[in-house]
């Protein structure tokens, strides 16, 4: 097998991170809010982009602007506010998501009858007014911006396109669609390559002249540019294009050619596919990775990476993976902050070595990504010359503001990313626009001011319940001049924050469950009451003005025969309490969601337990975006934890759980990383369904650990509304629905905004 020992350290690395001394705030372990470094003269220092500077060091990453266009592709108001938000805030230089190329030759990228759910910057005249509105607006804003090109998805493209279009998926060869691997994808001809070389030239002159300040090649993560130019997706052997490098070097060139010199060309490249390094072995027994063998070497990459230069390209970024180990370009909560600066300075040095220059004459700048959202730790990578520049994505998405607070030495102030990937990516995966789980105004500044308008009828509103809703609906009431109380039963703020926060790989939800108790102690107009039992009497004695109940869930116990007979706690309360794991080295953990997972994770790296997962559903982690859940299940088998899935709890006993588990032909390999769960709305005519053999098992442990979800505990809300104890009274985030962090924001911020 083709492998680098750096990607493979690296790879290795991801799933155990945390069991090495030292890795408290620094590369490759947690990242803190401090600020140490301050005051960032590195971050806030300006830089060269061909003939274009940038003001400071920080770039926007390319989050995909999925429905926030017309259907024509047009930039709607929705996305514009989106980008100048982040302009004001004080980013150097803004990136829009990925803008394809190749319609009409790629089915996959747009919708039945030509509708769009990207933008675009093709097709009529009229799209070419919305990128012209957003350049200027940034630019009054201070900052510069790139257009994200692609030549299009390939085989990550929806498949939907062979059911609603009739055409197949395109790509490099014969390769299989990631979403559905028993459609194959059909190889682009070389007349339609040069095509689509011809589109980006075309493209970026339109950009040009609409103002936007740079293109930028989306040439990773496995989209059509990575099939193309990657031999593990590229296995032609006729025609110009069997050269794997030859179609990026010539899209380049044609923008060049079409743009002229000092129009500054920005290139998204993988050092590595890393699917070698991933996957092992499996790389030969499954069947849709099978093909997928010889992607570039680091050497490979580099060598690429020069003859892009000479051909026009004037900066880069660099990361590792693809679709196929989603994880890796897209690092979730689990992973360590900086993962990738070893990545950017192997880059970073081997231009410096060969003296590498632009066709402008200057130093090609290399981009740093990767969980870089931490200031201290983006100042220091700068500072040791791992890279010239960071990019930050979600952290400007939590906190549009990130550069202004960095810069003031306000780093205490920044909202801090939770690394969910809710509200950023699966939210448009699920056929929503970009929001974000800590920031509810994030993908709706286009209706929502800025500042939160002060109230002219101030209120006293009682909050029953100090979780996640409770607190971030106080902080907000409480900006706007209302009069606050919360009301706590347990004897700390935080609710179901507080055991999440727990497990080492949860240090983002650590930050923003620190930054959110903070803020409601610095808030003024906010008073806490701890250790207090509400109950209707007390709330109609308060004389408040509104109530608002955010109680969270009531744990699920199952009604299950034997339950007594075996050692059992709640995970929650088990992640609150460790110590009352006592002397358990065996455990079964009964439920296969986000709560039951990660406390899996939790007790076989943090405890060393042997952890058995039994999970009633096909897939574990069902409903999580793809990355997280890929992340926490292949590190999870790495470290030897049994996920049973189809498999259903029919009695407890003294030190043993009684299963009854499907192993009939059809049902998922539990194990499955490389394959997404398909939105519930969209079918696979062509996927297994599972038969009904099913054979019981008995699992011997010590303790069982209950992880089976929560319902909407909303009890104290419906009595208190049918004893009327105040004039206004709301219900909202688990005690009305069991969400997410993104669920209980979204309702307190739109319920601040109302009340």
Request: glycine share 10%; with cysteine.
């Amino acid at each position: 097998m083709k492998k680098d020992e750096l990607i493979q350290k690296l790879v290795d690395s991801y799933g155990n991170w945390f069991t090495e001394d030292g890795f408290e705030n620094r590369q490759g372990g947690t990242g803190r809010m401090t600020q140490e470094l301050y005051p960032y003269t590195s971050l806030f220092s300006p830089i060269r982009i061909n003939r274009l500077t940038i003001k400071n060091r920080v770039v926007m990453a390319p989050m995909g602007n999925c429905q926030m266009a017309e259907e024509t592709g047009r930039p709607n108001d929705k996305m514009l506010q989106y980008f100048f938000a982040r302009a004001k805030g004080g980013v150097g230089l803004l990136t829009t998501g990925l803008v394809p190329i190749s319609h009409h030759i790629d089915a996959s990228v747009t919708e039945k009858g030509n509708y769009s759910y990207f933008p675009r910057i093709d097709a009529t005249r009229t799209n070419f007014m919305g990128w012209r509105d957003l350049a200027q607006g940034v630019h009054a804003r201070g900052s510069r911006i790139f257009i994200q090109l692609t030549p299009g998805l390939g085989r990550v493209g929806n498949p939907q396109c062979l059911l609603t279009k009739y055409q197949l998926p395109v790509s490099a060869s014969l390769n299989p669609n990631f979403y559905i691997p028993e459609i194959p994808c059909r190889p682009l001809t070389d007349l339609e390559c040069d095509r689509i070389i011809r589109n980006g030239g075309q493209a970026a002159a339109d950009a040009q002249t609409m103002g936007i300040d740079g293109v930028y090649l989306h040439g990773h993560e496995g989209y059509l540019l990575d099939q193309m130019t990657s031999p593990a997706f590229n296995h032609r052997k006729l025609g110009k294009y069997a050269d794997w490098q030859r179609f990026g070097i010539e899209l380049v060139k044609s923008i060049r050619k079409r743009t002229g010199p000092n129009y500054p060309i920005m290139y998204r490249i993988d050092l590595s596919l890393a699917l070698e390094e991933t996957y092992g072995e499996r790389m030969d027994k499954v069947k849709s990775l099978k093909g997928f063998h010889n992607g570039r070497s680091i050497a490979d990459t580099l060598d690429y990476m020069e003859n892009l230069v000479k051909a026009g390209v004037d900066i880069f970024d660099v990361d590792l993976g693809c679709y196929d180990n989603w994880w890796l370009p897209h690092p979730p909560a689990g992973m360590p902050a900086g993962c990738y600066l070893d990545v950017s300075k192997v880059a970073k040095e081997y231009f410096k070595e060969r003296g590498i220059k632009s066709n402008a004459g200057v130093e090609v700048p290399i981009v740093a990504v990767g969980k870089l959202g931490y200031p201290d730790l983006a100042e220091k990578a700068l500072r040791d010359g791992k890279c010239d520049m960071v990019m930050l994505g979600r952290p400007v998405l939590a906190d549009p503001d990130w550069c202004l607070k960095a810069y003031a030495g306000k780093v205490s102030e920044i909202r801090p990313c939770i690394g969910c990937q809710e509200g950023c990516v699966n939210e448009f995966v699920e056929g929503g626009h970009p929001q974000c789980a800590v920031n509810g105004r994030t993908g709706f500044e286009d209706v929502y001011p800025a500042e939160f308008p002060k109230t002219t009828a101030p209120k006293r509103i009682g909050v029953v319940g100090g979780g996640c809703a409770g607190m971030n609906f106080a902080v907000l009431a409480a900006k706007k001049g209302h009069t606050v109380e919360i009301l706590e039963k347990a004897d700390q703020l935080g609710g179901k924050l507080n055991p999440a926060s727990v497990p080492l790989v949860k240090y983002d939800i650590d930050n923003y469950t620190k930054w959110l108790k903070a803020q409601v102690v610095k808030t003024p107009g906010i008073t806490v009451k701890l250790n207090t039992e509400v109950t209707n009497d007390l709330l109609r004695a308060a004389g408040y003005d509104a109530v608002v109940f955010c109680m969270g869930t009531k744990d699920a116990v199952p009604p299950i025969k034997g339950l007594d007979q075996v050692a059992h706690i709640q995970a929650t309360d088990l992640l609150m309490k460790p110590e009352l794991l006592g002397d358990a080295k065996k455990v079964v953990v009964v439920g296969g969601g986000a709560v039951g997972v990660e406390t899996a994770y939790f007790l076989s790296y943090e405890k060393n337990c042997r952890v058995q997962v039994v999970e009633m559903l096909e897939h574990f982690l069902d409903g999580a975006c793809t990355a997280n859940r890929g992340h926490l299940i292949h590190y999870l088998e790495k470290n030897g934890v049994e996920l049973l899935n189809c498999s259903k709890v029919v009695e407890f006993g003294k030190n043993l759980v009684r299963i009854s588990r499907n192993v009939s032909a059809g049902v998922p390999d539990p194990y499955n990383t490389w394959q997404p769960i398909l939105p519930k709305n969209v079918e696979n005519p062509l996927a297994k369904k599972p038969g009904s053999e099913t054979v019981v098992q008995e699992l011997s442990c010590d303790l069982v650990v209950l992880a089976m979800g929560g319902r909407a505990d909303d009890r104290a809300f419906l009595s208190a509304q049918q004893a009327q104890v105040a004039p206004e009274l709301y219900n909202i985030g688990d005690s009305f629905h069991a969400g997410r962090v993104l669920e209980a924001n979204r309702a307190a911020y739109n319920l601040a905004m109302e009340i």
